[in-house]
C-alpha cells in the first residue's frame, strides 16, 4: 500500500503541519510502511466481530446535574504562553472550523 | 425565465440551561462572567482529564425529540468531531454522528398559502458547544467558560419550500424549547442558532441541486427571512444568467440588506468522526423511552388545539393565549375561577386579547375578570360602528337632539338611553356622551 503525495499533503492538512517536498516524500515512504504493517491485521476474519468502540462494556453513566468548583482563573491560565486580560490569547484565526 | 422552486433545509442548536455542563460539572451560569472562570480540567481539554455525561442534558435532547416526534435510538454514542480551531481546546468536539439520540421526527408547519406542511427531522442530537473567540487587532482572544456547555442540535431534511414555513418553524421550535424548560431560546443571546441550507432547482425537479449556500451566524428571525428571500432571488438571477452557484458560506449586511460571502468550501470537510472511547453508551428499553413520553407536558400547538376545540375561542387568540406556557396555564386558571362568576371563555379571551394584557401572575386573574364583571363585555370598540348607532340614534330621537341643540343638556341622556339599547349595552357610555355631543355640536 503506497500513500501518494497528496495523500500525504491532505494528512498534513488535517494534522495543521507544514510539510517541505522532500518531508512529503520521506513520509510517504514512511506512512506507506505503517499503514502495510497495520494491514497484516485484514489477515483475521472479523466478519462476526463487533467492533470495540469501548472497552469498559459500560452504558448509561450519567452524572447529576450538580454544580462542583471551577479552577481559579490564574491556575487556568498559568501555563498560557500568551494571556490577556484573563483570556487566552492565540495569533489571529479566522472562522475555519 | 424558467420557474423555480426554493429548497430549504434548517439547522437549530439550542443551549439548554442545565445547571452544569455537558460533560464536567463547572457551572454554565457564564454570561457576563469574566474569562476563564468556568473551566476546569475537561472543559480545558488537559490531558487525562475523563468527561461525564450529564443526565439532565440527555433528558432534556430527549423530550425535545419526543415532542418533535422523533424515535429515540436504542444504542447512541458520543462521537469525536476533529478540526483544529481554538473554539475548543481538545482538538475535538463531542458530538454525536452515526447514532444519534433522535431520529426521524416531523414537525407540522405552515405555508404563506397558510396550508399545512409535514416538515421531517432527520435528527436530535447531544454534543457541547464551543469557547468564545474574539478577534481583534490579529489577535484572538479566547474565553473557555461556553466550552461544554450543553447543545442540541436538531436537524431538518430539505423540506421547507418558502420562508413562512421557515418562520413558523423557527417559532415553533422556540416556543417548544420554552415550553419544557429546556432553554431560555433567546436568539439575541446566542440560547438559540439557526443556520439555513439554501438552493434552488427547476420547478417539477426531484433531485436535490448540486450546491447549496449555507446562511450562518444570523441572530434573529427576521434577519434569518431577509437572508433567505434575498439568496433565492440571488440565485435564480444568477442561474438565468448560466453562472454556476457554488457551495458556500454567507452571512447577512442588514446595513447593505445583501448576504455576503464568509467563506467557500472548497473540498469537503473531512472531521474523522470516530466513537469517543472515553464515554460510554446510551441505551433506553422502549419502556423507558414510553414512559418519558407520557411524561411530556402538553405542548404547545396540542394546547392550541384544545383550547379552541374546549373553549370555543377563535385560533388567533387561541395563538395569541398559548404563546407562552405560563400565560396560557394563567388564562386557564381564570377560565374556572370565571365559571363561578357565569363569565364565560370566550369573554375572558377576548378581553386578554384586546387589552393587550400579559398574564404573569395570579393577581391578574383576578383583576381581569373583575374588570370583565364591571364593565360589561363584547364592548363595540369598533368607531365606525359606534358612530353609526350614535347617528341612528339621533335620527330617531330628533325632538331630544333638537332640544338639547337649544341647551336642555339633560335631553341629552335620552338619545344616550337609546344607544345604549341599541347596542345592548355593549359600549362604553363615557365614549357615547363624547360622540354624541361631537355630532350634537
Do not use: E, T
Given at each position: 500500500m503506497k500513500l501518494s503525495q497528496d495523500q500525504v499533503k491532505k494528512v498534513a492538512n488535517l494534522a495543521n503541519l507544514t510539510l517541505t517536498s522532500e518531508e512529503e516524500d520521506k513520509y510517504a515512504d514512511q506512512l506507506s510502511d505503517v499503514l502495510s504493517y497495520i494491514d497484516q491485521l485484514n489477515l483475521v476474519d472479523t466478519k462476526s466481530a463487533e467492533p470495540t468502540f469501548n472497552v469498559t462494556d459500560l452504558s448509561n453513566v450519567l452524572a447529576d446535574d450538580e454544580i462542583t468548583p471551577s479552577l481559579e482563573q490564574d491556575a487556568v491560565l498559568q501555563n498560557a504562553s500568551a494571556k490577556k486580560d484573563g483570556f487566552f490569547v492565540t495569533k489571529g484565526v479566522f472562522e475555519n472550523e | 425565465m424558467n420557474k423555480y422552486e426554493t429548497v430549504i433545509g434548517l439547522e437549530v442548536h439550542v443551549e439548554l440551561n442545565t445547571k452544569s455542563k455537558m460533560f464536567c460539572r463547572c457551572s454554565v451560569d457564564y454570561f457576563g462572567a469574566k474569562p476563564n472562570t468556568h473551566t476546569c480540567p475537561v472543559c480545558l481539554g488537559l490531558p487525562g482529564a475523563l468527561p461525564y455525561i450529564n443526565k439532565q442534558a440527555i433528558e432534556d435532547c430527549m423530550e425535545i425529540g419526543l415532542a418533535l416526534n422523533c424515535e429515540i435510538s436504542n444504542l447512541s454514542r458520543f462521537e469525536r468531531k476533529n478540526y483544529?480551531?481554538?473554539?475548543?481546546?481538545?482538538?475535538y468536539q463531542i458530538s454525536q454522528y452515526?447514532?444519534?439520540?433522535?431520529?426521524?421526527g416531523w414537525l407540522e408547519v405552515e405555508n404563506e398559502k397558510g396550508e399545512k406542511v409535514v416538515i421531517r427531522i432527520n435528527r436530535a442530537h447531544q454534543e457541547e458547544d464551543t469557547g468564545k473567540l474574539t478577534h481583534s487587532n490579529g489577535e484572538t482572544l479566547i474565553d473557555y467558560n461556553r466550552s461544554s456547555v450543553p447543545l442540541v442540535e436538531v436537524v431538518t431534511e430539505p423540506d421547507f419550500r418558502d420562508t413562512a414555513e421557515v418562520r413558523d418553524y423557527a417559532k415553533k421550535l422556540q416556543q417548544l424549547f420554552r415550553y419544557l424548560g429546556v432553554s431560555n431560546a433567546d436568539m439575541e443571546r446566542g440560547d438559540m442558532r439557526l443556520e439555513a441550507n439554501v438552493s434552488v432547482r427547476l420547478e417539477g425537479t426531484k433531485e436535490l441541486p448540486s450546491y447549496r449556500v449555507e446562511l450562518k451566524n444570523i441572530n434573529s428571525f427576521r434577519f434569518m427571512v431577509a437572508a433567505i428571500e434575498y439568496e433565492v432571488k440571488r440565485q435564480i438571477e444568477a442561474l438565468e444568467k448560466g453562472e454556476k452557484l457554488v457551495q458556500e458560506t454567507r452571512g447577512w449586511d442588514e446595513n447593505k440588506k445583501q448576504t455576503f460571502v464568509q467563506r467557500v468550501k472548497e473540498e469537503a470537510n473531512d472531521y474523522r468522526y470516530f466513537p469517543d472511547p472515553d464515554l460510554p453508551v446510551l441505551e433506553f428499553t422502549s419502556a423507558e423511552v414510553g414512559q418519558m413520553k407520557n411524561d411530556l407536558p402538553e405542548l404547545p400547538w396540542e394546547k392550541l388545539e384544545r383550547f379552541v376545540e374546549d373553549y370555543e375561542i377563535s385560533l388567533n387568540n387561541a395563538k395569541i393565549l398559548t404563546e407562552e406556557r405560563i400565560s396560557a396555564d394563567l388564562f386557564e386558571e381564570a377560565i374556572k375561577q370565571g365559571l363561578e362568576k357565569q363569565i364565560k371563555p370566550q369573554q375572558i379571551a377576548n378581553f386578554i386579547v384586546n387589552q393587550k394584557i400579559k398574564l404573569d401572575s395570579e393577581e391578574d386573574i383576578a383583576s381581569i375578570l373583575e374588570s370583565i364583571a364591571n364593565k360589561k363585555v363584547d364592548m363595540i370598540e369598533d368607531e365606525s360602528e359606534l358612530i353609526r348607532l350614535v347617528q341612528e340614534a339621533i335620527t330617531e330621537n330628533k325632538d331630544s337632539a333638537d332640544a338639547y341643540k337649544s341647551g336642555k343638556l339633560g335631553a341629552l341622556n335620552v338619545i344616550l338611553g337609546s344607544v345604549m339599547k341599541k347596542s345592548n349595552g355593549k359600549v362604553n357610555a363615557d365614549k357615547i356622551r363624547q360622540l354624541l355631543e361631537d355630532n350634537l355640536k
Open positions: - | 483544529f480551531y481554538p473554539d475548543l481546546a481538545k482538538g452515526r447514532w444519534p439520540l433522535c431520529i426521524n
